[in-house]
């Protein structure tokens, strides 16, 4: 079979972990590549450690197309200047005719981002594929993104003592790709924390306030979640769905507090004590979590005895993969 893995709108060259938010996608992808050599593979904007090309004739040539879908609601929110906007627009754009009657397996970390989106904004409603799938994170195990916690235990990272109360890495979901407000309450709240002169607190990435460091791949960001002693857990769209930071704060020893209804099938959050219905319940748990190890240690527990070693989410990866391809 001849499979394309293709980037359509951003350009991306994958040499490491920890240094793009689908690393958990992409080292999934390099492991089947590595073993169902069975298969033809080509890629279009996309490469694993080598130039990226935009080469049509991947895409033409391929019976399937595989997208890791990066951020895509973003070019539909009005965050980038319209002219970079549109470059990128008309080069997906002269993709048309070549993605049409074509087998399309979206690969998506987001609840935005899902066939509706692809096909009437990225799409334009003017490809008619062979058939649509969706391999999504919450597919898996605990999340895909428990490979998070993998990785980052692989790093070789100095001692650290904590010393700050509050980390959050991370960007504001105040928009849909319509351009309209979601209503995420993350903003208010992680502004009102980072507001607070008794409180300890870090933020990092692309916030409408001040923040101490703007993007920068987890690799970098690690010397600041190490220094931590809480973080909060957000959702939007889908509050039984889990997100990459429950899982990279338990692997920096943080205890990863959630807003409201995360998780609300409690497939990790440990105890209904990690759940902070208003500012104030954050402000009395960072006070026992720095007290003792107690929380930490319990909620951690519970992650581990959950979690699937590396190997068994490359394995779950390929049989969800192959599962797609047989249809």
Known sequence: MKICIASLSKRIIYNDILEHAMDDFYESLR?????????????????????????????KEAEVIIFPAVQEFVYFTEVMHPR?????????????????????????????VNEELIMTKTFENKVKPKSFQTIDEMDFTCCLKGLKYHFIKKQ???PSTKTTDFVYWGSA??????????GDERVDVIRSINKNKELSSIVIGR??????????PLKDTLGYLDQSYTTLCFNWIDQTALTARYHEAL???????????????NILVADDWQRCFTIKDFYDKIAEVKKSDMWLNKIKKKFLDKLPTEKQYYEEFEKRLNDCLKR
């Open 251 to 265: 692997a920096c020893d943080i205890v990863p507090l959630v807003w409201k209804d995360y998780d609300s099938n």
């Open 84 to 112: 970079d906007i549109e470059k990128i627009r008309e080069k997906v754009r002269a993709l048309f005719p070549y993605l049409n009657n074509k087998h399309i397996i979206l690969m998506s970390q987001d609840r935005h």
């Open 207 to 216: 916030w409408p306030f001040k923040s101490k460091e703007k993007w920068m």
């Open 31 to 59: 492991y089947y590549v590595n073993n169902n050599l069975q298969h033809e593979y080509s890629y279009y904007n996309f490469s694993f450690g080598k130039g990226a090309k935009r080469d049509s004739t991947a895409i």
């Open 156 to 158: 070789t990272r100095f």
């Open 173 to 182: 979901k105040n928009k849909f790709a319509s351009g309209k407000k979601s």
